[in-house]
């Protein structure tokens, strides 16, 4: 594919690609951005086992539904909510994002194919418990945006790294800077800069340069 042919340019990630094979990135294509941000708000903190089980519960209020319609989560008292295991915070979060959902500035996924990234992570950042790390892994992961770098997740900071034998993390605008190298597929690069990161920590300590 184009991406891994780009990527490939650079011997640092020609070896890592071979060792880890072609990109899995397991893009959520039927899921709404809508329910993406709800997602994104109960993993926030939480192991993903922990998270899955609140959402389970949450789901559970609402049996009739595939995932819960925002205007039925406002409608549902706070405390029922809080009985799922969210804190006070999420709660607040969650609801503000349905709120943004009713009222048009959370897009549905056909409403988001018109808008660019800059776009979107500018309205969706303006939700109550919603950064720019949330959006961009909408946008990778929700929205399959092939051209997303994160400059300050620890995770692809980490993975780059290791991936050149570094000392210290490059700082999220050096990482931008460098970055640009990778385009059009930016988020492929993340991918495969997460996966660095995981090899280190399955080798352990002595991986760490």
């Known amino acids: 594919m184009e991406g891994v042919r780009h ?3 650079d011997e640092r990630f020609a070896a ?4 880890v094979g072609r990109p899995r990135l397991d893009i959520q294509r039927q899921r709404s951005p809508y329910e993406a941000l709800v997602r994104a708000i109960a993993h926030q903190q939480l192991h ?10 949450f789901s559970a209020l609402f ?4 995932f819960p319609e925002p205007d039925a989560v406002i ?3 706070e405390t029922t909510l809080r009985g ?10 969650i609801r503000d994002i349905c709120a943004k959902a009713l009222d048009g500035t ?3 996924r056909r409403q988001s194919l018109r808008l660019t990234d800059a776009a979107l992570i500018e309205r969706l950042t303006t939700i109550r418990g919603v950064g720019r790390w949330t959006v961009e892994m909408l946008l990778i992961f929700t929205l399959g945006r092939p051209d997303v770098l994160p400059v300050d997740d620890f995770g692809v900071r980490e993975g780059y790294r ?9 700082k999220p605008k050096q990482l931008g800077e460098i970055g640009q190298a990778w385009a059009p597929h930016r988020s492929l690069a993340t991918w495969y800069l997460y996966r660095a990161a995981e090899e280190s920590r399955q080798q352990g300590p002595t991986s760490r340069a």
């Open 7 to 9: 990527l490939s340019k």
């Open 16 to 19: 890592l690609i071979g060792r």
């Open 48 to 57: 993903g086992r922990a998270a899955e089980a609140i959402l389970g519960r």
């Open 63 to 66: 049996p009739n539904n595939i």
């Open 75 to 77: 409608a549902t008292d």
């Open 84 to 93: 799922c295991g969210f804190s006070t915070s999420k709660v607040a979060a």
């Open 106 to 108: 959370v897009p549905t």
């Open 162 to 170: 290791v991936l050149h034998g570094l000392d210290a993390q490059p």
